[in-house]
């Protein structure tokens, strides 16, 4: 058995280019293996403990509902999709180790996965040493720029910048901003100071309470204090259901002090009951009472699956429809030169007809173009949708902070 020595010598060649060009030994040896024993994995990295998997279990099920999806028609190329599912407990230093253990233990390509952007920092590092990619379907408040990881949740100009002006044209400019303490709610409120300067607005407080605290008569007396016209929630988690609760115990009425949320769905209004959320107010792209063939489909899917009764929200869209974004750039891609900077390749520019309609990965920056809606929340848990956009808007990941522009080289510094 003789080893063919010009398929040899253009086998090292190709190697010692890749590496020299910085690409991980670990992918030109997985490269065309992944397809060896017809699978294709991936990692699934949401919590299911903790004090976020109240929000991560629906992503997690809305991921795995996608993969049986794709599997049940055929698998991609042939080959079927196998999750290897971690539960990271809702703690940014375990989301890291679980992230490398699936990019380098499990090879997988691609890795669906986080709710908090303190678990996606966290896990950022690995995804940019491995040269791996993250999809991450969460709602964030933009002004990063990775390639190694596709955005589709919606970044500020998609969520915010509509809904503060409309919350002041109805109810007035004093906000007072509450959210849970750590980069996401403090990098929005900033965003919101800057569009209530713009509009003349005034903030009279802001607080951040830790992750899974559940104690806000202290919150609530300062929000009868200062009597605010709106008052911006950016609490995740479980703490969500307490501060409504609270709130409503407390006597306050939404329809002179109603909260406004970028972070209150139809996952935290089930597990507080509907009446406590009633009146109060969320801005994104998704809501479940969404009309259209696609989410009607998926909200039936989604209860066969997992229960009568269940709920989708603006999270577990996205964490469905980008994994058959990534089916459709795997699919592109053929079987050759699975590895995941081709992946991304790939997946950059693919559209899908999703639930909330139409999307499409932004070639320009790695995120997602969505459609930005205002829902208000009813007693049977449901939101109605008060306001739509009538056209998918462009994510714009730095639109905040005019002079920086997210390109696929990097961040740009655009010159004054
Ligand atoms: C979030 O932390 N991006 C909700």
Redesign the pocket.
Known sequence: MGLDRRKFLKGTAAIGAATAAGFPQIWIKNSGLAYAAGEIKVGVLYSLTGTTAIIETSLNQATLMAIDEINAAGGINGAKVVPVVEDPASDPATFAQKARKLVVGDRCVSVFGS????S?KAVLPVFEKYNNLYWYP????GRECSKNVIYTGAVPNQQQKDFVPWLVKNFGKKFYLIGSN?I?PKEENNVCKILLKELGGEVVGEEYVPLGHSEFSSVISKFKETRPDVIFSTV?GDSVVALHRQYKAAGLDPKKMPMASL?TSEEEIAAMGGEFAAGHFTSAPYFMSYDSPENHKFVEAFQKRWGKGKTTNFVSEPAYFQVHLFKQAVEKLGKKDLTPPAIREAAWGQEYKAPEGLVKIDPDNSHTYLWPKIGEAQTNGQFKIIEQSKEWVKPLPYWAYPGQVCTPEGLQQKKA
């Open positions: 709710y908090t952007s303190a996606r969460t709602l964030y408040e750590y996401y995740v972070t």
